[in-house]
């Protein structure tokens, strides 16, 4: 079937700008994640969704960044007011369930966003 | 804090050589520890977990908790190894993966 799907593959947007990004999830995936990849970093955690509830909303970098999970199926990743520190590549996975220990999270090929 | 070190940025061997990625971890409790991988233009892929204690593509991984590490190994490289690398934590608590900051593995012809 088919895999996570994220969308657009590349953002190019000016400083000061909002800009969406979405992931679709493998269906029938109840659990959620996102995540940031910036040059020479590790993959940041952003935040996660069981369902349309996120109960960990502790990676999310200041109040400009805010996400949200409909009908327990799209996600849609928002960052207002861009900044060039906010330039990386985002990247969204999806679960059967919650737990990390037992189950695989599935990645989808992320959204590259550059902030100019 | 939970934290996953990945010392080594590159690591370049010849085919046919033992490769070791290095991991070390912190955290007091019971970890659960992952490797994923990244093929060139592939997606983020998981590829073994010490919870199964499998071998996968004839890599291997041992938690030794004494050392806090968690060092993935081949004892042959192949050219189709190259990729990079991450090791990553979680726990029975969690509902994420705490990712290093990644190794990139280069097998040399």
């Known amino acids: 079937g088919a895999g996570v799907s994220q969308s657009p593959s590349n953002k190019v947007t000016e400083k000061g700008k909002d800009v969406e990004l979405r992931c679709d999830p493998i269906s029938g995936h109840t659990a959620l994640y996102w995540y940031r990849q910036s040059l020479g970093q590790g993959l940041e955690f952003l935040i996660y969704?069981?369902?349309?509830?996120?109960?960990?909303k502790s990676g999310l970098p200041s109040d400009r960044f805010s996400a949200e999970r409909t009908g327990g199926s799209v996600s849609t990743l928002t960052i207002q007011r861009t900044q060039q520190e906010d330039s990386a590549v985002y990247l969204c996975?999806?679960?059967?369930?919650?737990?990390?220990?037992?189950?695989?999270?599935?990645f989808g090929p992320g959204t590259r966003l550059t902030v100019t | 804090a939970q934290r996953v070190t990945q010392p080594e940025k590159l690591l370049s061997v010849f085919k046919g050589a033992p490769v070791e990625l290095k991991c070390n971890y912190s955290y007091s409790g019971s970890p659960e520890l992952f490797w994923y991988v990244q093929y060139s233009r592939q997606r983020l892929q998981l590829l073994l977990r010490?919870?199964s204690r499998e071998s996968i593509k004839g890599f291997t991984a041992d938690l030794n908790k004494g050392e806090t590490s968690f060092h993935l190994k081949k004892p042959f490289a192949q050219e189709e190894d190259s990729a990079m690398y991450y090791c990553?934590?979680?726990?029975?608590?969690?509902?994420?993966?705490?990712f290093g900051s990644g190794t990139r593995l280069s097998i040399r012809p």
């Open positions: 996975a999806s679960s059967p369930r919650w737990s990390t220990t037992y189950y695989e999270q599935y």
């Open positions: 990553a934590l979680s726990y029975s608590s969690a509902s994420k993966i705490i």
């Open positions: 969704f069981q369902g349309n509830s996120a109960p960990d």
């Open positions: 010490h919870i």
